[in-house]
């Protein structure tokens, strides 16, 4: 009977040019940016709880845009675009919805509205919340009720 041959498997190169990359700034500062938005987007969530609306879905995305929270307010659904910063240099986050990004969320809640037919008999309004300080223990909420409208 002969003997099975086995094979060891490769050893990885060792070389300095097949190591993975260290992450560069770019991707640290986006991680970072990520980590900061979806913090933001449960403290908003748990503000609006407080405050009495009941949160419906987070993260409505499609193609043509995206809504960060979905609440309701008694018989009105509340469309909701988080917003944070650090300070309000450069006009602060509420200076940051330009027309491009409202016409992205009034897309998606037009699609919102094909997909939950339910909605589309109830009041709709958009609001903005502002998280300044996200990660801080303490971080400040403002709250733009009826921020813009859909033209």
Not at 70 to 97: K, N
Not at 105 to 113: D, S
Request: hydrophobic residues 45%.
């Amino acid at each position: 009977m002969a003997a099975k041959r086995t094979r060891t498997p490769a050893t990885p190169p060792t070389c300095a040019s097949h190591a993975p990359a260290p992450p560069t700034r770019a991707a640290a500062r986006a991680h970072a940016a990520a980590r900061l938005g979806r913090a933001a987007e449960l403290l908003a969530a748990r503000f609006l709880t407080a405050h009495g609306l009941e949160v419906l879905q987070h993260n409505f995305r499609r193609r043509l845009g995206e809504i960060d929270l979905i609440a309701r307010d008694a018989e009105v659904i509340v469309i909701v675009e988080v917003r944070t910063r650090s300070s309000e240099q450069y006009g602060g986050a509420a200076a940051s919805i330009s027309a491009r990004k409202q016409a992205r969320i009034i897309r998606a809640a037009h699609l919102l509205l094909q997909k939950h037919r339910e909605y589309a008999r109830m009041r709709m309004r958009f609001d903005v919340i502002i998280v300044f300080d996200g990660l801080a223990r303490e971080p400040r909420v403002q709250w733009i009720k009826h921020a813009f409208l859909a033209s």
